[in-house]
């Protein structure tokens, strides 16, 4: 079965850090550019980050950018999203999914994990 799953969502005092991982399963993630993307009620899914399928090359939105970094471990087939200086406007579900073009446009995306909770407050 195709799947990813993310982890590591929780709950974070603004300032504070969390690491949150993809995990593919059912296909190999080397071959797709990964992007992370959220969202809050009432407001469309929002780019945050991407990273390429071969040199990996790594894009983020600015509102991110200098805070969070994205990587790949190929060998254990999952990518990672490190969240640091967290702000409570970063607070979201936030999801990663597997597409072909670099981009953070979510249209551009075919499969999509569950999403997991990321709450900043103090």
Known sequence: ???????????VQPGGSLRLSCKASGFNLDYYVIGWFRQVPGKEREGVSCIGSTE????????????FTISRDN?????????????????????CATGSLFTIVA???VTWGQGTQVTVSS
């Open 1 to 11: 079965q195709v799947q990813l799953v993310e982890s590591g969502g929780g709950l």
């Open 56 to 67: 990996g090359s790594t894009y983020y939105a600015e509102s991110v950018k200098g805070r």
């Open 75 to 95: 060998a254990k087939n999952t990518v990672y999203l490190q969240m640091n200086s967290l702000k409570p406007e970063d607070t979201a579900v936030y999801f």
């Open 107 to 109: 249209d551009a995306y």
